[in-house]
């Protein structure tokens, strides 16, 4: 049943190290869900009861929660290969403490969390594998909410916005790039408004320190881009 995503699932970090053989015998013992989802439906609900470990296998979801005001905060956008609910998979809460919904036509699995750090009856080594990858992805997020905070602790919307643009330059190793979120998530994630985000990214463009088209970014002046993120 699960050939057919299976060389998305061989680039997914919960099942790094781990042969698409062995992986068939996994997935006899977690007996993981499949759904499809139409663009903007939920895939799931803050608050609703948590229904396992999301691994995206085609499409695009994007994770959000809301503060006291009902103000949404973009926590990440996950491709095929992705997974989310990780860090409520084991927090014994049992609902959703984000919203999930598919930017496109998407297709997830949901992975029972209790069965993944079970005992397995063949005492495989794939699955110790499984619950490595398991706890160095969650270690992982929790790193990445570090720096969530940190991005929340930049005063400045232009420090914010070049803080943002140097880590995908240093992840990309180029200077032009496409952003991985939209303008509007963009700037969810930085916790600031849509206007003031698009009013300072043409302030930079016009000062030429960057330059855009739609998604697409090409820093001009890496040196003044820096300063303005110390």
């Known amino acids: ?66 503060n006291a005001a009902g103000k949404r905060i973009i926590v990440a956008v996950n491709s095929p290969g992705e997974i989310f609910g990780e860090m409520a998979a084991f927090s014994g809460e049992g609902v959703w403490p984000v919203t999930v919904a598919a930017r496109e036509a998407s297709t997830v699995m949901f992975l029972p969390a209790g ?3 079970e005992n397995c009856e063949r005492s495989c080594l794939s699955h110790r594998q499984l619950i490595t990858n398991m706890l160095k992805i969650v270690s992982g997020e929790a790193f990445m909410l570090n720096r969530k905070l940190e991005y929340m602790m930049i005063k ?20 032009t790039f496409m952003l991985p979120l939209k303008r509007n998530e963009l700037a969810d994630f930085l916790n600031v408004s849509r206007p003031s985000l698009s009013r300072e990214m043409c302030r930079l463009r016009d000062e030429g320190v960057i330059d855009f088209y739609k998604n697409s970014i090409k820093i001009k002046d890496l040196d003044t881009l820096k300063r303005m993120a110390e």
Request: aromatic share 10%.
């Open 1 to 66: 049943m699960f050939m057919r995503w299976m060389e998305v699932l061989s680039k997914c970090d919960l099942f790094r190290g781990i042969s698409p053989n062995e992986l068939n015998i996994i997935f006899e013992c977690l007996k993981p869900d499949v759904g499809s989802y139409g663009k903007n439906e939920w895939v799931a609900v803050a608050g609703e009861k948590f229904t396992g470990l999301g691994v995206v296998l085609a499409g695009d979801v994007v994770v959000a929660k809301e």
């Open 115 to 117: 069965k993944i750090v």
């Open 156 to 175: 400045s919307i232009r420090g914010k916005i070049s803080v943002f643009l140097l880590e995908q330059y240093k992840r990309i190793g180029q200077a």
